[in-house]
């Protein structure tokens, strides 16, 4: 079974950047779809990003385009989330997961992934 693991988060002042990295173990991610989504306190999981299998396709939510780049490297079987520019409304756990047998990026809603890591904290403030 496929497993991940997020590092990177930490605590930031607004403007600062972080790298968040997605590492998976179990067998290749290759062949699926991975996204980054944040959950903040008494808010629902929101997706952030996704980056496809096949042609380095991805997606943003509007909330962070132009500030965040995700991007994958499959000899290491990782997938990266470069954070610039951070705000406090970006403070949530982030976390990556498997788009259900799929490659292909989608609405990024949560039902339809699977293998969700543990989840880093990102906490932006001043």
């Known amino acids: 079974q496929l497993q991940f693991v997020e590092s990177g988060g930490g605590l930031v002042q607004p403007g600062g950047s972080l790298r968040l990295s997605c590492v998976g173990s179990?067998?290749?991610?290759?062949?699926?779809?991975i996204s980054w989504f944040r959950q903040a306190p008494g808010k629902e999981r929101e997706g952030v990003s996704c980056?496809?299998?096949?042609?380095?396709?991805?997606k943003y939510a509007d909330s962070v385009k132009g500030r965040f780049t995700i991007s994958r490297d499959n000899a290491k079987n990782t997938v990266y989330l470069q954070m610039d520019s951070l705000r406090p409304e970006d403070t949530a756990v982030y976390y990556c997961a498997q788009r259900k047998y799929s490659g292909l990026c989608g609405g990024m809603t949560p039902d339809d992934y699977l293998n969700w890591g543990q989840g880093t904290q990102v906490t932006v403030s001043s």
């Open positions: 179990g067998f290749t991610s290759d062949y699926y779809a």
């Open positions: 980056i496809g299998s096949g042609f380095g396709s991805s």
